[in-house]
């Protein structure tokens, strides 16, 4: 599974747009990118996944530039909901096992 | 709602004591996933078990094994229990088709266990 690095935290007001991004310098061809959410003492949640370019939901957008070296979770006009840890996982889910790193602790002031 | 099923919610038992912990997948998953997360650390990845075979091996102790059934359950039995297994233990599923990519991984709510 590729090594990925990731900010430890970061702080943002209400309203705004917060982008949070993932190193990951020896993602393999076949290697999926994938974030996920976990809020305090609740299991990690699947927020979005993407190959390339750019992938959008209901809930965040991912921008994966044409190196796929690294990503950047977007989550548009954050509340205090929004304040968890986001990690970010590169591989092929289901054939190596799925290794978390430190996340990024995600803090939303009002 | 993930559609992963963990029980207990919530343990308390003695060191030295054995418990046994449960996953019920997603319907249609065939691979169960076990993580350990104690305060403040990351999830660590402990055991893998795909259509009732083991798979992957994390850092798991000795202490501890698992196994998943033929009706795709899986459980994590942890015996010789000490302070320092008391943590959030969580059971995850794929539906892992060998060699498709784009797959996903569905986390339970998760199992605390307290040893004291």
């Known amino acids: 599974l590729a090594k990925t690095t990731q900010p430890i935290s970061m702080d943002s007001y209400e309203g705004q747009e917060v982008n949070i991004t993932c190193s990951h310098n020896n993602i393999a061809t076949n290697d999926y990118i994938t974030w996920y959410q976990q809020f305090p003492s609740q299991g990690p949640r699947f927020i979005i996944q993407?190959?390339?370019t750019k992938v959008t939901n209901e809930v965040a957008s991912l921008f994966i530039p044409a190196d796929r070296k690294s990503s950047t979770l977007s989550l548009p006009r954050v509340s205090l909901s929004d304040t968890a840890v986001y990690y970010c996982l590169v591989g092929v889910i289901g054939n190596t096992p799925l290794v978390f790193g430190k996340g990024t602790r995600l803090s939303v002031i009002a | 709602d993930s559609g992963v099923t963990q029980t207990p919610k919530h343990l308390i038992t003695a060191t030295g004591q054995r418990v046994t912990l449960r996953c019920s997948p997603r319907s249609g998953d065939l691979s169960v996933y076990w993580y350990q997360q104690s305060l403040d650390q990351g999830l660590q990845f402990l055991i893998q078990?795909?259509?009732?075979?083991?798979?992957a091996k994390g850092n798991i102790l000795e202490r501890f094994s698992a196994q998943q059934f033929p009706d795709l359950h899986s459980e994590l039995n942890l015996s010789s229990l000490e302070l320092g297994d008391s943590a959030l233990y969580f059971c995850?599923?794929?539906?892992?088709?060998?060699?498709?990519?784009?797959?996903?991984?569905?986390f339970g709510e998760g199992s605390w266990l307290t040893v004291v």
């Open positions: 995850a599923s794929s539906v892992d088709p060998v060699g498709i990519s784009g797959n996903t991984i569905y």
């Open positions: 078990y795909y259509n009732g075979e083991e798979r």
């Open positions: 993407g190959y390339k």
